[in-house]
Structure formats: C-alpha cells, structure tokens
C-alpha cells in the first residue's frame, strides 16, 4: 500500500516569513500532486510534478519533487494572510489511484 | 476547461435510509472515475475506483455492499451510500481524467449528513 505523509501537519507562521512543507512516500512514483483546500471546499490544483528534478513556482508558492528520495516540497515564500488554507500532496501509482498525505494545516499571522 | 460536478452538494438523510451522490463529467468521456472519502479535519482516502461498464474496485476496509457504485455510462457514476449511519456522515468527493493528457479533475464535493 502507497503511504504518503506531511510534515508538520499543523503550521503556524507570521506573514513576511518563509517555511517547506515536506512530502514524503513510500514506493515509486513520478507524479506527484499539490493541492490546497479551503474549509468546506474541494481541492484547488497547485502544481503537477512529473519528472524527478521538476520545480514549478507559481506566486509565492514553488514545489520540486525528488523521486529517488520519494521527496516533494512546497515552499512558501513570504507568506500572506490569503495563503491560509490546509495543503496536501498526492501521489499517483500507474493505477490513475490517488493517494493523499496527511495534510499541512497553514495558518498566516498578520 | 474540463468540468466534473457532484450532485447534491448537500443532502442530510435518515438513519436507516440511502442517499445517492452522482458524479458527471461535464465535457469529456471518463472510463475510470475515483471516489474519495474525507472526516472533518482529515485527509481524503480513496474508497474505490469505478470502472464503466464493469463493477467497481475497492480499496481495502470499504464494504462494496454499503458502498454501492454504478458507472453506467461514460460520463456519470453514482456512490450509494445504502443503510446510512451516522458515522458515513462525511465528505465525498469524486476525480476523473479525460483520455489523454495529465490533468485530473476533482468534483466539487458532496456533504453527507446522516441523522
């Protein structure tokens, strides 16, 4: 069974600040997903990852995937308030199955 | 863009009852659809994959006799979710890929309230 875990699940930082969200998982894969959600909602793409090496950025916001270490990060740059919202990764076997990791609950101080 | 939308959004139902969340792809064919399910501050967990024309795979630990999927056609399948009890009360959210490309669709969502 593909495990796939966050960390921290629970994050709390000031605006202007930077901090990763760290994604780990256990068997091979090269596709890797971020998403975020806001409560009560579905989820939002982010970014698709396909490729070992794979870095995308998109405002304040850049992942990159390492498949050989079964890696992906997703890094916040200078964080703002509207950032707030719980972010998960997600890893697709060649089944077209996702699985989800844990969550990362984000929390902007003004 | 592609589309893929759930119906109801909502729906609160008795104990005992069954409730029925239906899932379309809007502008594309879907072979394949995916049925995810997520508690209140959870994350989501694959129920099972719904194959047209073909029964249902599910994951481990998902009764397929209380979670009953139908793909009968290339653009709608249906969760039931039969003999509800409280503690079905959740968050199901359904995917789908068109044929080609990369990009996964994930439906709005369905809050399943049993009572």
């Known amino acids: 069974e593909l495990k796939v875990e966050q960390n921290p699940l629970f994050l709390s930082m000031q605006e202007g600040k930077n901090y990763t969200i760290y994604c780990n998982y256990s068997t091979t894969s090269d596709r890797l997903y971020w998403y975020r959600q806001d409560p009560g909602k579905s989820l939002e793409s982010l970014f698709v990852l396909l490729s070992n090496g794979a870095v995308k950025q998109e405002g304040r916001l850049m992942a990159s995937l390492d498949t050989k270490a079964r890696l992906s990060t997703l890094h916040i740059t200078a964080a703002v308030h509207d950032l707030s919202a719980t972010y998960f990764c997600?890893?697709?076997?060649?089944?077209?199955?996702?699985?989800f990791g844990t969550g990362t609950s984000l929390t902007v101080i003004p | 863009g592609a589309v893929v939308s759930q119906h109801p959004s909502r729906v609160i139902c008795k104990s005992g009852t069954s409730v029925k969340i239906e899932c379309r792809s809007l502008?594309?064919?879907?072979?394949?659809m995916f049925w995810y399910r997520q508690f209140p501050k959870q994350s989501l967990m694959l129920m099972a994959t719904s194959n047209e024309g073909s029964k249902a795979t599910y994951e481990q630990g998902v009764e397929k006799d209380k979670f009953l999927i139908n793909h009968a056609s290339l653009t709608l399948s249906t969760l039931t979710v039969t003999s509800a009890h409280p503690e079905d009360s959740s968050f199901y959210i359904c995917s789908a890929r068109p044929g080609s490309g990369n990009t996964i669709y994930f439906g709005e969502g369905s809050w399943l309230t049993v009572v």
């Open positions: 502008d594309f064919q879907a072979t394949t």
């Open positions: 997600a890893v697709e076997n060649t089944g077209n199955q996702f699985y």
